[in-house]
């Protein structure tokens, strides 16, 4: 999963850009700081779709506090598109954006995320501009890539997530997001589709374990007759330093 340790890093859908950054929280310091994060996913999957050909993958990430609101970043991942060969393929991600509070239910976040991937002979490469409002719980987030990825054209996409705390200091996150593109070339015969996601997550100091339940409303046969789209189970043990 793309989760918090950068894309909901988180890394169970990237999070959540892939976006999950903006729940950095911006205490008191004074000076920049830097985290790291690693971690092992039983299944890598980025909005729904797995990346990892349904195999698990090891993550890490490296992230930059300006104090001041601004964050730069980078996290690689394992992949496996099953391109027929013996090559063992990576996901790098690097970004930057700016969060704020507004007051104290409220924030915002605006940013610029360039994903890259090695071991391919293929041009996978693609950027995103992304954004979101932060109300108490509520997040409402856009992305938007002017060239998706593999070159499949123009793509957006509006997401929701709200999140519970429970007892026992459980955490719950609850995502949903709409995929749209300009043309019928990411998948067969589709142009939209939704992921879905919910998260549990606890942490021991340093240490966060999480389980997830993620989806999407790709049929098998416009996921290129593969289980990659399916709703599954997954887990993840991720370490902050």
């Given at each position: 999963?793309?989760t918090?340790?950068?894309?909901?890093?988180?890394?169970?859908?990237?999070?959540?850009?892939?976006?999950?950054?903006?729940?950095?929280?911006?205490?008191?310091?004074s000076?920049?700081?830097?985290s790291?994060?690693?971690?092992?996913?039983?299944?890598?999957?980025?909005?729904?779709?797995?990346?990892?050909?349904g195999?698990?993958?090891?993550q890490?990430g490296?992230?930059?506090d300006?104090v001041?609101?601004?964050?730069?970043?980078?996290?690689v991942?394992?992949?496996?598109?099953?391109?027929?060969?013996?090559?063992t393929?990576?996901?790098?991600?690097?970004?930057?954006?700016?969060s704020?509070e507004?007051?104290?239910?409220?924030r915002?976040?605006?940013?610029?995320?360039?994903?890259?991937?090695?071991?391919?002979?293929?041009?996978?490469?693609?950027?995103?501009?992304?954004?979101?409002?932060?109300?108490?719980?509520l997040t409402?987030?856009?992305?938007?890539?002017?060239?998706?990825?593999?070159?499949?054209g123009?793509?957006?996409?509006?997401?929701?997530?709200?999140?519970?705390?429970?007892?026992?200091?459980?955490?719950?996150?609850?995502?949903?997001?709409?995929?749209?593109f300009?043309?019928?070339i990411?998948?067969?015969?589709?142009?939209?589709?939704?992921d879905y996601?919910?998260?549990l997550?606890?942490?021991?100091?340093?240490?966060?374990?999480?389980?997830?339940?993620?989806?999407?409303?790709i049929s098998?046969?416009a996921?290129?007759?593969t289980s990659?789209?399916?709703?599954?189970?997954?887990?993840e043990?991720?370490?902050?330093w």
């Amino acid at each position: 999963m793309k989760t918090k340790m950068h894309k909901i890093a988180t890394v169970f859908t990237g999070a959540a850009l892939a976006l999950a950054i903006g729940g950095t929280a911006f205490a008191e310091q004074s000076g920049p700081s830097f985290s790291v994060s690693a971690g092992l996913v039983s299944e890598y999957r980025f909005r729904g779709i797995s990346q990892s050909d349904g195999q698990p993958a090891i993550q890490a990430g490296i992230d930059l506090d300006f104090v001041n609101g601004f964050y730069l970043g980078t996290w690689v991942s394992q992949v496996d598109f099953d391109y027929g060969n013996d090559e063992t393929d990576f996901e790098q991600d690097f970004y930057g954006g700016y969060s704020a509070e507004v007051n104290d239910s409220t924030r915002y976040e605006i940013g610029y995320i360039h994903y890259a991937y090695h071991g391919s002979d293929r041009d996978e490469d693609y950027q995103e501009i992304y954004g979101s409002l932060t109300f108490s719980d509520l997040t409402l987030g856009f992305a938007y890539s002017d060239d998706y990825w593999a070159e499949s054209g123009a793509f957006y996409y509006p997401y929701a997530e709200y999140s519970f705390s429970l007892p026992s200091d459980l955490s719950l996150e609850l995502h949903i997001g709409l995929n749209l593109f300009d043309e019928e070339i990411f998948l067969y015969e589709s142009d939209s589709y939704i992921d879905y996601s919910a998260i549990l997550s606890k942490a021991f100091g340093d240490l966060t374990l999480s389980a997830a339940f993620i989806g999407t409303d790709i049929s098998d046969r416009a996921c290129f007759d593969t289980s990659w789209c399916e709703a599954t189970l997954l887990a993840e043990a991720s370490y902050t330093w």
